[in-house]
């Protein structure tokens, strides 16, 4: 029974040993104020609003700053900074071109417009204190003043086929709608005309009374659409005519 005491005892006494071990000198928690403890949380730096007056950009567009600039002024520039202008698709316009020369055919050229890059907007002198293009726009915001959108006609190109100025009469009979074929064949007499074949008579300076004289017979007997191909398909055939026998060049309705 004695040994038993002493060898319980003993036990006791090496589990407070190693408990009281290096860098254990007391519980394993901590009690109140023991140790540092957990890091708190930091507040969140707090940010500047959009529209704050205490921003020196936006100071100086609401003309709260340093250099007091008139209202209308002010609006003017943001306007004008924050205009957005938009070209629109570009348009191809293909023409060929008679030629009476011999040789091989000669290529399609292609004609695209001059383009230039739009130059930077600068900023006002009186907005220095906008370290950005985007501060500034910001700014122009809290003033009331939005981006605005223009959109522009595209420059179009130009697509140019060479072709032999030979059996033009061919090229009206081929182009021309035929619903419009009779109409050719009943008015063009008042011109001396014989008909939709007679390229020497209705082109040149006839070319534009015969074509206004066209409209309402057109209109009868064709299509919008086959309406619409009857003046640039006669014009196609005028313009081979004007090559081949050297007539003048039909004149053309605006």
């Not at 609003?49 to 100071?59: E, F, I, K």
């Not at 938009?86 to 030629?99: F, N, P, S």
Request: charged share 15%; net charge negative; hydrophobic share 35%.
């Amino acid at each position: 029974m004695k040994a038993t005491l002493i060898l319980a005892f003993a036990s006791l006494s090496l589990a407070g040993a190693v408990g009281k071990g290096p860098g254990n000198s007391g519980p394993a928690h901590s009690g109140p104020g023991g140790g540092k403890g957990p890091s708190k949380p930091q507040p969140p730096k707090p940010t500047v609003p959009a529209c704050s007056p205490h921003d020196r950009c936006n100071r100086e567009v609401l003309g709260v700053g340093r250099k007091p600039i008139p209202l209308e002024t002010r609006e003017a520039d943001c306007s004008a900074f924050l205009k957005v202008t938009v070209t629109g698709a570009q348009r191809t316009w293909t023409e060929t071109i008679y030629t009476t020369t011999s040789g091989p055919a000669l290529p399609p050229t292609t004609v695209l417009p001059v383009t230039t890059a739009a130059p930077a907007k600068p900023l006002p002198t009186y907005a220095d204190e906008c370290r950005q293009e985007s501060d500034y726009a910001s700014a122009c915001g809290c003033l009331g003043v939005n981006a605005t959108t223009t959109t522009v006609r595209a420059q179009a190109a130009y697509v140019y086929h060479y072709a032999p100025a030979e059996n033009c009469d061919e090229i009206a009979v081929r182009e021309i709608p035929e619903c419009a074929h009779e109409c050719f064949h009943t008015l063009t007499p008042q011109w001396g005309c014989t008909g939709l074949r007679d390229m020497e008579c209705q082109c040149g300076v006839n070319f534009q009374p015969i074509a206004m004289a066209m409209g309402d017979c057109v209109l009868e007997r064709c299509t919008q659409q086959e309406y619409n191909a009857v003046y640039p398909a006669g014009l196609n055939a005028c313009k081979c005519a004007a090559a081949s026998a050297d007539l003048p060049m039909p004149t053309i309705i605006l």
